[in-house]
């Protein structure tokens, strides 16, 4: 249900992922978003394990420069857990990166960086939705949802919701880029991390089959994720239809492209 390798439409983004296009490792500038000169390459699995309730894994990865040398090095963390019904899982994506050169700068903009999911390349980006726990909302502007959902359809017309829970030990201002027809969303954080140290990042993707779990079930999920000790009051929400596809600065329009 969601995009491997390849894809017709920005095949840089896989699965659940992460990256940022404006890295800033003690002046030297990188773009680990399009993976231009260099690379994000997995070195190895630790802690492997699985059992009737979950299954995780750990994947070692180097953030390298042009050179193939790593400017970072990130243990990403991966936990599987069935999900209380109306969903039917839930994955834990837990990223903890370090400056193994300089101090560095994780940015870029909502729509470059991130941590964020990608739904299969045969979308139906006209039934695309999403679903913001604020009223009146405005996804372009507003900063630190503790959550937002989309639901997509894939053919014949099989849909699915996913929610993403932003812990509030992450970064504050985090921007959102939730809005895509084609269903890439997720949370961007910017943060800098001192040389020889480390900065953690923390999210929960609920996976369902079907419309949008109801709000109390997200908030329900939300509070159990972060730990709260008292049920959080329910927000008003704002549900809005997707927007088209992003385009590409610079870029010149195909006149043989069908019209949005």
Do not use: C
């Amino acid at each position: 249900i969601t995009q491997g390798a390849g894809g017709k439409q920005f095949p840089h983004h896989r699965g659940i992922f992460i990256g940022f296009n404006k890295i800033d490792a003690g002046g030297k500038k990188y773009d680990r978003w399009h993976m231009t000169k260099g690379e994000i390459v997995h070195q190895k699995f630790e802690n492997q394990k699985a059992d009737a309730d979950q299954a995780a894994f750990t994947s070692i990865t180097h953030w390298n420069d042009e050179k193939g040398e790593p400017f970072a090095v990130e243990q990403r963390t991966m936990t599987f857990h069935r999900a209380p019904a109306p969903a039917r899982l839930a994955i834990d994506f837990t990223s903890t990166l370090k400056a193994v050169v300089a101090d560095t700068i994780f940015g870029g903009d909502p729509e470059h960086a991130g941590v964020q999911y990608r739904p299969a390349g045969d979308i139906i980006s006209s039934k695309t939705s999403y679903l913001y726990p604020k009223a009146g909302a405005v996804p372009h502007k507003d900063k630190d949802y503790p959550w937002v959902a989309e639901t997509y359809t894939l053919p014949p017309d099989k849909t699915y919701s996913v929610i993403e829970l932003n812990h509030p030990e992450n970064p504050k201002s985090t921007l959102t880029s939730a809005y895509r027809d084609y269903g890439r969303f997720g949370f961007f954080p910017t943060f800098t991390v001192k040389a020889n140290e480390s900065h953690t990042l923390n999210y929960r993707f609920i996976i369902a089959e079907g419309a949008m779990p109801p709000v109390d079930y997200i908030q329900k999920a939300w509070d159990q994720y972060t730990g709260a000790k008292e049920a959080s009051k329910l927000p008003e929400t704002t549900a809005l239809p997707a927007e088209g596809a992003a385009k590409t600065p610079g870029k010149k329009p195909d006149p043989k492209a069908p019209a949005k």
